[in-house]
């Protein structure tokens, strides 16, 4: 279900802090953020995240192709090892 768009979209409001004042600043360190559920807003393209998966922080830069996204998106939380494997079975002569 869609946010209303009367309310707007949801961007953590201390990610949006943090991003503003690396761009008055004029750095571009990595940010490290717990909020997967923010949207990415074009205030963020350029700037590098660290978005946590759960276990580890995965490093993500932003691009203009991100931008209307989740932040969760681009940080997996499960490592897909493949389906299952066949395995030869030996057929014995009795």
């Known amino acids: 279900m869609a946010r209303s768009s ?5 961007i953590d409001e201390k990610l949006l802090k943090k991003i503003l004042r690396q761009k008055q600043i004029g750095k571009n360190e990595p940010i490290k953020t717990w909020a997967r559920a923010s949207q990415i807003a074009p205030d963020f393209v350029g700037h590098t995240l660290m978005i946590h998966n759960g ?4 490093s993500v830069l932003i691009v203009e192709g991100m931008v ?3 932040l969760g998106e681009f940080s997996p939380t499960r490592t897909f090892r493949g ?5 030869a079975r030996e057929i014995s002569k009795t």
């Open 68 to 70: 209307g996204h989740r």
């Open 55 to 58: 276990k580890h922080f995965i």
């Open 6 to 10: 009367k309310k707007g979209p949801y």
């Open 83 to 87: 389906h299952g494997k066949v395995v």
